[in-house]
């Protein structure tokens, strides 16, 4: 089995081929295109308070299987709620990360896309 560091090159691989023309991507980058994956809609563009809807979305999803979020409901839009079950804050930014690296990875995996 691979080591974490490998998945993740992987996962991170995966974004500089298909969405960053290369370049490293950023954690809001992978954030915002998990976030328009579970939406489910793509749109020629999307405002700002929608793509930090869209982050959120992600991390909601991402943390769903750690406890930290639980869903609740599609509204009329088909946007996805979830509630907060416990809070992540309370980790040290290292430990979030690591954290958000593993939920990715793991999200990657269970949805075959790489």
């Not at 609740?72 to 990360?97: A, C, R, T, V």
Request: glycine share 4%.
């Amino acid at each position: 089995m691979e080591n974490f560091e490998a998945q993740w090159q992987r996962v991170i691989q995966f974004f500089k081929q298909k969405f960053t023309d290369g370049e490293m991507p950023q954690m809001d980058t992978i954030l915002f295109l998990i976030g328009v994956q579970e939406l489910g809609m793509i749109k020629p563009k999307f405002t700002k308070d929608e793509k930090l809807n869209l982050m959120h979305v992600a991390t909601c999803k991402l943390l769903e299987p750690y406890g930290y979020y639980e869903f609740s409901h599609f509204d009329d839009e088909g946007w996805p709620h979830y509630n907060k079950e416990k809070n992540i804050e309370k980790m040290l930014s290292q430990e979030q990360e690591e954290l958000m690296k593993e939920a990715i990875i793991n999200y990657f995996d269970d949805n075959k896309l790489i």
